[in-house]
């Protein structure tokens, strides 16, 4: 391979252009050149001002040129430039399961599952269903009469929550329902302080961003919401010493996601339990990554058997179709709704549409042993990996998850960064966890097929393998 373009200061290059380029060419000491040419390539990137372009929009005239063109001059010049250096560069046309196809014919094997929301798989054939025919008879809710779809959904998640969970407030999105849950426990207990985990992620508004645990998303907005801390995840002596009178609650992730696929030592839930019990602390689990049997039990709680006074939703509670976020508590903390049953709202969150989804999600989960499912293909992909691992020791750290939330970890970050984009050039759409860019998490959809699973091991396998080639002799 001939070294590409890397001095040409109108061509955007790519990830693997870089990785050929250094080990061709320019072999440094050093392999941290990811970051140093991400920010080359970013730097390449120029806000374009005034966009005089006047191509044909309508979807069958709008080619791919044109939609990256907008996309770059209309949303976001910056991300666009980072999709496209990873080597995401073809637009979206149609899903189903766990295939995406493109725009130039291309099907690609989702295993990053939209960060854990493609759980039922793209297109679900009861899903859609469902939808439609709410569609066709209510679109949208007049807000003021009761909502059948709501309270079914209500009903079915008290249902299939652990312990006293029983009612849920609806909104629409992880982040939101995070908002709820900090409103919620200030409410119920009277105190102001939350406790939170390092690495931990629950969205990026204001409220939720105070309880995450990644300073580089933090630090820009501060201040943020005060009286929030964060303790290493898994260490129940720290969340003990943090916890104190003034603690309305205590929020954890059961496996953390964004930190990096993280499983805690057994016995931490229940530890964090009783922790939250003896201190008078609410305990609330953030299941927006790991609920609906992502992690091979219908919740990642359900692994220790403990139940939450609060437990946070979102992702595959959409069925992969309409976006939803849920926050379902205990009647004791419900009370907190009898003084003004308006104290929190918002206009869309249990709209029909969404609720039909969340419904029919569920059911197929049901009906079709997703849970069971997860455990099973998670132990087969996990094994893959582990069998790669072996094969490259000095690149992979560790493999480890539950069900099908896997997360690979790297020894360095830009090992990872190359390895992704073999999976893209080799049509799988992977990526790094968002608080931890050494650990490519494998999230597809819980209906992937033995043949699907093949095609990601041996891709995986491939893109280490090409990846040690390139770095050979490249000190990490
Ligand atoms: C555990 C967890 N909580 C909350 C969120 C935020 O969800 P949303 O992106 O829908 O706001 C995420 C998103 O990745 C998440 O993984």
Not at 235 to 253: H, K, Q
Request: hydrophobic share 40%; aromatic share 8%.
């Amino acid at each position: 391979m001939t070294a590409p373009s890397l001095h040409d200061p109108t061509h955007v290059p790519t990830l693997a252009e870089f990785g050929h380029a250094i080990a061709l060419t320019e072999k440094p000491g050093t392999a941290s050149f990811h970051a140093e040419f991400a920010t080359l390539a970013l730097a390449r990137t120029s806000a374009m001002t005034h966009d005089t372009s006047t191509h044909d929009t309508s979807p069958a005239n709008y080619g791919d040129e044109n939609v990256l063109h907008d996309y770059e001059a209309h949303i976001n010049p910056a991300l666009s430039h980072l999709m496209r250096f990873v080597g995401y560069d073809s637009v979206e046309i149609e899903a189903h399961g766990c295939l995406v196809r493109d725009s130039r014919g291309r099907e690609l094997l989702d295993c990053l599952g939209g960060y854990g929301t493609m759980s039922v798989g793209y297109s679900h054939p009861h899903v859609v269903a469902t939808v439609r025919e709410q569609l066709e008879r209510q679109a949208f809710s007049s807000r003021v009469l009761f909502s059948a779809a709501q309270t079914r959904l209500a009903k079915k998640l008290a249902q299939i929550t652990p312990g006293e969970l029983q009612y849920t407030f609806f909104c629409n999105s992880g982040a939101e329902a995070a908002e709820a849950a900090i409103k919620l426990a200030r409410l119920k207990t009277g105190r102001t302080h939350f406790v939170s985990a390092i690495g931990s992620f629950h969205g990026k508004t204001m409220g939720a961003l105070s309880i995450s645990g990644r300073e580089r998303y933090k630090t820009p907005f501060a201040p943020l919401v005060p009286g929030c801390v964060q303790v290493p995840f898994g260490d129940a002596a720290a969340l003990e010493g943090a916890v104190e009178t003034n603690t309305a609650a205590v929020i954890l992730e059961p496996v953390q996601g964004e930190g990096g696929i993280i499983v805690p030592p057994d016995g931490y839930l229940k530890a964090a339990r009783e922790i939250c019990d003896r201190n008078g602390a609410l305990l609330v689990f953030d299941e927006v990554q790991t609920g609906l049997g992502r992690t091979g039990k219908m919740f990642g709680c359900d692994w220790e058997g403990v139940a939450p006074d609060m437990m946070m939703l979102a992702k595959a509670l959409s069925g992969a179709c309409v976006p939803i976020g849920a926050v379902v508590g205990t009647p004791s903390v419900w009370e907190v709704w009898n003084d003004n049953p308006l104290i929190h709202s918002t206009t869309f969150g249990g709209n029909p549409l969404a609720c039909a989804a969340g419904y029919a999600a569920i059911e197929v989960v049901e009906n079709e042993n997703l849970v069971a499912r997860s455990r099973q293909q998670g132990e087969k992909l996990m094994a893959a990996m582990r069998a790669a691992q072996e094969k490259y020791p000095g690149f992979i750290k560790e493999v480890r998850g539950r069900g099908l939330m896997i997360g690979v970890e790297f020894a360095h970050d830009d090992v990872a960064g190359l390895v992704i984009a073999g999976l893209v050039g080799r049509n799988i759409m992977a990526a790094y966890t968002l608080n931890n860019p050494t650990v490519i998490r494998f999230e597809p959809p819980l209906v992937i097929t033995d043949e699907q699973i093949a095609w990601a091991a041996t891709a995986f396998d491939e893109s280490v393998a090409s990846t040690a080639e390139m770095l050979q002799g490249i000190e990490l």
